[in-house]
């Protein structure tokens, strides 16, 4: 409290926690107020100043509370000294956790550079409130739960098919390696220090070098693996760090006289208590505890855990993988990964695709069933695993495996090939990255410029935006790597499903909210810095403006008029190229009034979709539902596209359909001249425009055009991907069935 007073030039700093009823706050720490308020003074959600902060989950300036007759009164708090307030809601992964003060005793207005440092703070505020929350839980929890022994499961029959999602293609087949087996906390050998004040020194000196360790190793996955990758060290370090956490452990440490046994009890007893809880975000913070305290452990005690040298060919197998994970694994010698938990997104799924390694993930009874001697079959294709298949199944998959080889033997072998059409019309296949690492897979499948930067990655890994010099540096070495192909950079697309510290507080709609444009607009010092590093980066002249989300005339002004002033600002008369983002239905309605002052259109078809069907797309529940090959959805592509070629613009696709390649004939005959996509994708879209007749395409798309279903776009599809010859194919063909395969049959898999 002191600290935050202190960075904010206040005279008054307090938080306010939301109860377990979910209704009400709760004064529970103070500089300023009366100490004997703290745990009296009580308002509802929505009530007073503080109470309307956390209701909108929006931070609340007011520079005198004598003109704001939401102010609610406290006498016992003794804050009738003070007039301004500022509260900021206290908000983690969208969980209300309470409200963050700082009150000042004259009238003030708070600067928008002071209201962003007090989010930033509350951010750090919040995860140290969860911290609290889940280590209060478990002290109240540990002393009324008996944890009760489960039985283990029985282990898989052979031949046993698991359902999963399909989240790096291929085939792999080979024995099971299990992930990072648990520290045998039982059998360690350990001797205490002879008293207990030396033995707290000597489990506070292990918190430090783990403290540092973790420091070192997220700045060696941030520079092999990328900074993303490197967050769960941010998160295992403040955990460390948190002086609840510690204030619990030092009491341990005196009941036992013993630094290792203390870190065991504490361990075991969260482990048992958050396995059974309910609240997915206390259960992902157990598996930070778990994995921080085990890095203490082996520091205090003094033992170094290795993981088993990997045999050639082997399925790793594991909850989840993390960047450290990552960093241990010998990479080169693992066949397939299997995920109990996670998606098409999460870092297994990213990193085994950048290695191009068949994973499958979101199989959650795997690690209770499955065993060290098992043999696994990892169909990184359909989504699937088969546990010690029958010989049949092996052969039958052996023969997948080997086809699936010889087709990406083949598109390798046409990655220097053009993408054109039978008849000569050429083709633009882009690639999507976001950031440098992704410009060697780029360039290794033969992608022809970036349709999209995703520069959000940016501010996403560092927990915050990169300030000019270093967005200038990679905007400047992705021009020059890429030239004389065009790159795309999108400005910052954040909020919505990527929120980040520092950014803000969350929202009730995210997807709905203040995201992509909208929150540029509102933060203009922040656009105007990414713009400007835009502009000086562009020595190449090869770098496009991409704006994401807009919805409106009124935005678009907006961001020419900001864009411009920075070209005046830095001496330029030359705008680079700007460009759209058309991902709502707003923008496919206004389309032929924004074609009238950008230079092209990119089409986001994973928020398109999203939008024109009314469905969340990260809803497992209605995911057969989602589906882009909807007419409604193939419809506002068509009118994009006919808008920009009748403007005299060009449009790209840059979604999810455009690495689907039964969706090509569809994209191309409705005139779309560019295609960006994962780089992994882009060899096998390659090889279905080169067997395209364009003529042909733009009759396909007129007949799907025409359809009332899904099943009947896919239908037709099947019928022209058949004159192709391509269902056919020994190779090509399974993944194009698979792709055509009604919604119900399949599980999903996104780019």
């Given at each position: 409290?002191?600290?935050?007073?202190?960075?904010?030039?206040?005279?008054?700093?307090?938080?306010?926690?939301?109860?377990?009823?979910?209704?009400?706050?709760?004064?529970r720490?103070?500089?300023?107020?009366?100490?004997?308020?703290?745990?009296?003074?009580?308002l509802?959600?929505?009530?007073?100043?503080?109470?309307?902060?956390?209701?909108?989950?929006?931070?609340?300036?007011?520079?005198?509370?004598q003109?704001?007759?939401?102010f609610?009164?406290?006498?016992?708090?003794?804050?009738?000294?003070?007039?301004?307030?500022?509260?900021?809601?206290?908000?983690?992964?969208?969980?209300?956790?309470?409200?963050?003060?700082?009150?000042?005793?004259?009238?003030r207005?708070?600067?928008?550079?002071?209201?962003?440092?007090?989010?930033?703070?509350?951010?750090?505020?919040a995860?140290?409130?969860?911290?609290?929350?889940?280590?209060?839980?478990?002290?109240?929890?540990?002393?009324?739960?008996?944890?009760?022994?489960?039985?283990?499961?029985?282990?898989f029959?052979?031949?046993?098919?698991?359902?999963?999602?399909?989240?790096?293609?291929?085939?792999?087949?080979?024995?099971?390696?299990?992930?990072?087996?648990?520290?045998?906390?039982?059998?360690?050998?350990?001797q205490?220090?002879?008293?207990?004040?030396?033995?707290?020194?000597?489990?506070?000196?292990?918190?430090?070098?783990?403290?540092?360790?973790?420091?070192?190793?997220?700045?060696?996955?941030?520079?092999?693996?990328?900074?993303?990758?490197?967050?769960?060290?941010?998160?295992?370090?403040?955990?460390?760090?948190?002086?609840?956490?510690?204030?619990?452990?030092?009491?341990?440490?005196?009941?036992?006289?013993?630094?290792?046994?203390?870190?065991?009890?504490?361990?075991?007893?969260?482990?048992s208590?958050?396995?059974?809880?309910?609240?997915?975000?206390?259960?992902?913070?157990?598996?930070?505890?778990?994995?921080?305290?085990?890095?203490?452990?082996?520091?205090?005690?003094?033992?170094?855990q290795?993981?088993?040298?990997?045999?050639?060919?082997?399925?790793?197998?594991?909850?989840?993988?993390?960047?450290?994970?990552?960093?241990?694994?010998e990479?080169?010698?693992?066949?397939?990964?299997?995920?109990?938990?996670?998606?098409?997104?999460?870092?297994?799924?990213?990193?085994?695709?950048?290695?191009?390694?068949?994973?499958?993930?979101?199989?959650?009874?795997?690690?209770?069933?499955?065993?060290?001697?098992?043999?696994?079959?990892?169909?990184?294709?359909?989504g699937?695993?088969?546990?010690n298949?029958?010989?049949?199944?092996?052969?039958?998959?052996?023969?997948?495996?080997?086809?699936?080889?010889?087709?990406?033997?083949?598109?390798?072998?046409?990655?220097?090939?053009?993408?054109?059409?039978?008849?000569?019309?050429?083709?633009?296949?882009?690639?999507?990255?976001?950031?440098l690492?992704?410009?060697?897979?780029?360039?290794?499948?033969?992608?022809?410029?970036?349709?999209?930067?995703?520069?959000?990655?940016?501010?996403?890994?560092?927990?915050?935006?990169?300030?000019?010099?270093?967005?200038?540096?990679?905007y400047?070495?992705?021009?020059?790597?890429?030239?004389?192909?065009?790159?795309?950079?999108?400005?910052?697309?954040?909020?919505?499903?990527?929120?980040?510290?520092?950014?803000?507080?969350?929202?009730r709609?995210?997807?709905?909210?203040?995201?992509?444009?909208?929150?540029?607009?509102?933060?203009?010092?922040?656009?105007?810095?990414?713009?400007?590093?835009?502009?000086?980066?562009?020595?190449?002249?090869?770098?496009?403006?991409?704006?994401?989300?807009?919805?409106?005339?009124?935005?678009?002004?907006?961001?020419?008029?900001?864009?411009?002033?920075?070209?005046?600002?830095?001496?330029?008369?030359?705008?680079?190229?700007?460009?759209?983002?058309?991902?709502t239905?707003?923008?496919?309605?206004?389309?032929?009034?924004?074609?009238?002052?950008?230079?092209?259109?990119?089409?986001?078809?994973?928020?398109?979709?999203?939008?024109?069907?009314?469905?969340?797309?990260?809803?497992?529940r209605?995911?057969?539902?989602y589906?882009?090959?909807?007419?409604?959805?193939?419809?506002?592509?068509?009118?994009?596209?006919?808008?920009?070629?009748?403007a005299?613009?060009?449009?790209?696709?840059?979604?999810?359909?455009?690495?689907?390649?039964?969706?090509?004939?569809?994209?191309?005959?409705?005139?779309?001249?560019?295609?960006?996509?994962?780089?992994?994708?882009?060899?096998?879209?390659?090889?279905?425009?080169?067997?395209?007749?364009?003529?042909k395409?733009?009759?396909?798309?007129?007949?799907?055009?025409?359809?009332?279903?899904?099943?009947?776009?896919?239908?037709?599809?099947?019928?022209?991907?058949?004159?192709?010859?391509?269902?056919?194919?020994?190779?090509?063909?399974?993944?194009?069935?698979?792709?055509?395969?009604?919604?119900?049959?399949?599980?999903?898999?996104?780019?």
């Open positions: 409290m002191r600290l935050v007073a202190r960075w904010m030039h206040a005279g008054g700093c307090s938080i306010y926690l939301i109860e377990d009823d979910g209704s009400s706050l709760v004064l720490a103070t500089r300023g107020l009366r100490p004997e308020a703290v745990g009296t003074v009580r509802r959600v929505g009530e007073g100043i503080v109470g309307a902060a956390l209701e909108a989950r929006e931070a609340v300036a007011v520079p005198d509370r003109h704001d007759e939401r609610r009164f406290f006498p016992e708090s003794g804050e009738e000294r003070f007039r301004s307030l500022l509260a900021v809601p206290l908000v983690l992964r969208e969980i209300p956790l309470g409200v963050l003060t700082v009150q000042t005793a004259r009238p207005v708070f600067s928008a550079e002071e209201l962003e440092l007090l989010e930033t703070i509350s951010a750090q505020v995860s140290i409130v969860m911290n609290a929350r889940t280590l209060a839980l478990a002290g109240r929890e540990g002393q009324s739960a008996t944890p009760q022994p489960a039985r283990r499961p029985s282990p029959q052979a031949g046993t098919v698991l359902p999963g999602i399909a989240s790096s293609p291929g085939i792999a087949i080979g024995p099971v390696h299990l992930q990072r087996p648990r520290l045998d906390l039982g059998s360690l050998r350990y205490p220090a002879p008293s207990r004040k030396a033995e707290w020194r000597a489990v506070r000196s292990a918190l430090r070098h783990t403290i540092r360790q973790l420091g070192d190793l997220r700045a060696a996955v941030g520079e092999r693996l990328g900074e993303e990758f490197a967050e769960v060290f941010t998160t295992h370090i403040m955990i460390l760090e948190d002086q609840t956490f510690r204030e619990r452990l030092e009491r341990h440490v005196a009941d036992y006289g013993d630094g290792a046994r203390a870190l065991r009890e504490v361990l075991e007893e969260y482990s208590i958050f396995a059974s809880t309910p609240d997915p975000t206390i259960r992902e913070r157990a598996a930070d505890i778990h994995d921080v305290i085990g890095h203490v452990i082996v520091e205090l005690v003094g033992v170094r290795h993981n088993p040298p990997l045999r050639d060919g082997v399925i790793v197998v594991a909850d989840w993988i993390s960047p450290s994970d990552f960093v241990l694994l990479t080169e010698k693992i066949a397939g990964i299997l995920t109990a938990h996670g998606g098409p997104t999460s870092h297994a799924s990213i990193f085994a695709r950048s290695l191009e390694i068949p994973a499958v993930t979101g199989l959650p009874e795997l690690l209770e069933r499955i065993r060290p001697t098992d043999r696994v079959i990892a169909n990184g294709l359909d699937e695993v088969i546990v298949p029958t010989p049949e199944l092996l052969e039958e998959y052996r023969q997948r495996q080997q086809g699936f080889r010889r087709l990406w033997g083949r598109l390798d072998e046409m990655r220097d090939l053009p993408s054109c059409t039978l008849d000569g019309c050429e083709i633009r296949l882009s690639a999507n990255i976001g950031g690492n992704d410009l060697d897979l780029a360039e290794r499948y033969g992608a022809r410029g970036v349709g999209l930067f995703r520069t959000e990655i940016l501010a996403l890994s560092k927990r915050g935006f990169p300030d000019e010099e270093e967005q200038i540096h990679v400047r070495d992705v021009a020059q790597r890429v030239a004389p192909d065009p790159v795309s950079i999108r400005t910052f697309d954040l909020g919505g499903d990527k929120a980040f510290p520092g950014g803000g507080v969350q929202e709609n995210p997807q709905l909210g203040l995201r992509s444009i909208r929150l540029l607009l509102d933060q203009e010092d922040v656009f105007a810095t990414q713009l400007r590093a835009i502009l000086r980066a562009n020595a190449p002249g090869n770098l496009r403006i991409l704006i994401p989300m807009l919805t409106s005339m009124e935005e678009l002004d907006r961001t020419r008029e900001i864009l411009a002033a920075q070209c005046e600002r830095l001496g330029l008369s030359k705008l680079p190229p700007l460009g759209v983002m058309i991902e239905p707003a923008a496919v309605a206004i389309a032929d009034r924004i074609a009238t002052v950008v230079d092209f259109f990119a089409i986001g078809t994973n928020d398109l979709v999203q939008y024109v069907l009314a469905m969340d797309r990260e809803n497992e209605i995911a057969s539902a589906d882009a090959f909807h007419p409604a959805v193939l419809m506002q592509i068509r009118r994009t596209s006919d808008v920009a070629r009748a005299g613009i060009s449009c790209s696709v840059c979604g999810e359909l455009a690495a689907n390649p039964v969706a090509t004939p569809i994209l191309i005959g409705m005139g779309i001249s560019e295609l960006s996509m994962t780089p992994f994708s882009v060899a096998l879209v390659r090889q279905v425009v080169r067997a395209l007749d364009m003529e395409a733009k009759h396909l798309a007129r007949d799907v055009e025409r359809s009332a279903r899904a099943s009947e776009v896919r239908e037709k599809l099947s019928r022209a991907f058949a004159k192709m010859r391509l269902v056919e194919d020994r190779d090509l063909g399974p993944v194009v069935r698979r792709l055509l395969a009604p919604r119900t049959a399949r599980r999903s898999t996104s780019s």
